[in-house]
C-alpha cells in the first residue's frame, strides 16, 4: 500500500493518534470532523488521508520528550528490592501456614467431637434395642420398681 500521496498521507487511527498525542477515540473524532478521507482496512484497521499540513506541524520536535540520560545513571538497587519482596514473600507464607496449622488444629478438633458423638450414639442405639427386647411387661415392672 502506497503510504503516501501528494495530499498527505494515509495513516490508520492508532498512528494518528501517537503523532498528535492523543487517544485512539480522539483520533477518530478529529478524522471525522475534519471530513478526510477514510480507507477501510482489515478488520478494525482503517487509514485516512491526513493533510501534509496536518503532519508538518509534528514533524519540527518529537512527541514524547527523550528522558535524560542523567535520570538512567544511577541505576536501582535490583538486589535490595528483591531483597524486599522476598522478605515479604517470606511473611506471607509464615502468615499462611499458620492460618493453615490453625484450620487443622480446628479440623482435629472436629474429628474428635464427631467421633465422640458417634460413639454415644451408637451407645444409645444399643440402650435402646436391650430396653425393647425386654417386652412391654417386663419394661414396665422395670419402671415401677425404678429399674
Given at each position: 500500500m502506497d503510504n503516501s500521496s501528494h495530499d498527505g498521507r494515509w495513516l490508520s487511527y492508532d498512528e494518528l493518534a501517537v503523532i498528535r498525542g492523543i487517544n485512539r477515540v480522539s483520533?477518530?473524532?478529529?478524522?471525522?470532523?475534519?471530513?478526510?478521507?477514510?480507507?477501510?482496512?482489515?478488520?478494525?484497521?482503517?487509514?485516512v488521508l491526513v493533510p501534509e499540513d496536518w503532519l508538518a506541524r509534528y514533524r519540527k520536535g518529537p512527541l514524547i520528550p527523550e528522558a535524560s540520560t542523567e535520570e538512567y545513571r544511577e541505576a536501582p538497587d535490583y538486589g535490595a528490592?528483591?531483597?524486599?519482596?522476598?522478605?515479604?514473600?517470606?511473611?506471607e507464607v509464615a502468615a499462611l501456614k499458620a492460618l493453615v496449622d490453625a484450620a487443622t488444629e480446628r479440623a482435629d478438633r472436629a474429628d474428635v467431637t464427631a467421633a465422640a458423638a458417634q460413639e454415644r450414639a451408637e451407645e444409645l442405639a444399643r440402650e435402646e434395642n436391650t430396653r425393647k427386647a425386654l417386652g412391654r411387661w417386663a419394661r414396665l415392672?422395670?419402671?415401677?420398681?425404678?429399674g
Open positions: 483520533a477518530v473524532k478529529l478524522a471525522q470532523r475534519e471530513r478526510w478521507r477514510r480507507q477501510p482496512g482489515n478488520g478494525r484497521t482503517v487509514r528490592m528483591l531483597g524486599a519482596i522476598q522478605a515479604a514473600h517470606a511473611g415392672r422395670a419402671a415401677w420398681r425404678g
